[in-house]
T-cell receptor
Framework: DGGITQSPKYLFRKEGQNVTLSCEQN?????MYWYRQDPGQGLRLIYY???????QKGDIAEGYSVSREKKESFPLTVTSAQKNPTAFYLC??????????????FGQGTRLTVV | KQEVTQIPAALSVPEGENLVLNCSFT??????LQWFRQDPGKGLTSLLL?????REQTSGRLNASLDKSSGRSTLYIAASQPGDSATYLC??????????FGKGTKLSVKP
């Protein structure tokens, strides 16, 4: 089955720790995105990548980092610099980022909690 | 800066009713508009995609319309069922392919 797989489903982070959220897709999509969802605030864009080895900051990139070494994978690291990391994180992909091929497909999300 | 607004924030209807969810956006320069469904604690499921050149799309009991000039979209759900209970999100595609979301409408369909 083609789709987007996020892991883990639940993640707990101690104060001062870096944690990495996994996102893998087998849809052969060029573009990948990370969003953060908080209650009452909707989804906000953290980072996006239009092609391998290239990525750009979204609206709330501070305290996060990403890499795009393979087309299929776009991991997100939540660093200790992110002061309020508790949220639901969603990864998405689309065929590309321009024109008619921007229909987005989402993974099932990772819920990160600071303990 | 593009802003997306969804009204109402919550809606409760009896089973069988037809209903309309509203979405408005401030900048008409969009590639497309997508409607999503989200169940509690889950990811987003794409329901309908309307390209900027289109006026509407239909899938089963769902019909979405787009009026770019007025910055509005509606999602019409016919003959609602308890299984339709979820949060419905509207999003427009920006110039980098990223989605700009509204805050959603939480729908509850009572048996």
């Amino acid at each position: 089955d083609g789709g987007i797989t996020q892991s883990p489903k639940y993640l707990f982070r101690k104060e001062g720790q870096n944690v990495t959220l996994s996102c893998e897709q087998n849809l052969n999509h060029d573009a990948m995105y990370w969003y953060r969802q908080d209650p009452g605030q909707g989804l906000r864009l953290i980072y996006y990548s239009q092609i391998v080895n290239d990525f750009q900051k979204g609206d709330i990139a501070e305290g996060y980092s990403v890499s795009r070494e393979k087309k299929e994978s776009f991991p997100l690291t939540v660093t200790s610099a992110q002061k309020n990391p508790t949220a639901f994180y969603l990864c998405a992909s689309s065929i590309d980022s321009q024109g008619l091929n921007t229909e987005a497909f989402f993974g099932q999300g990772t819920r990160l909690t600071v303990v | 800066k593009q802003e997306v607004t969804q009204i109402p924030a919550a809606l409760s209807v009896p089973e069988g009713e037809n209903l309309v969810l509203n979405c408005s956006f401030t900048d008409s320069a969009i590639y497309n508009l997508q409607w999503f469904r989200q169940d509690p604690g889950k990811g987003l499921t794409s329901l309908l995609l309307i390209q900027s050149s289109q006026r509407e799309q239909t899938s089963g009991r769902l019909n979405a319309s787009l009026d770019k000039s007025s910055g509005r979209s509606t999602l019409y759900i016919a003959a609602s069922q308890p299984g339709d209970s979820a949060t419905y999100l509207c999003a427009v595609t920006g110039s980098q392919g990223n989605l700009i979301f509204g805050k959603g409408t939480k729908l509850s369909v009572k048996p």
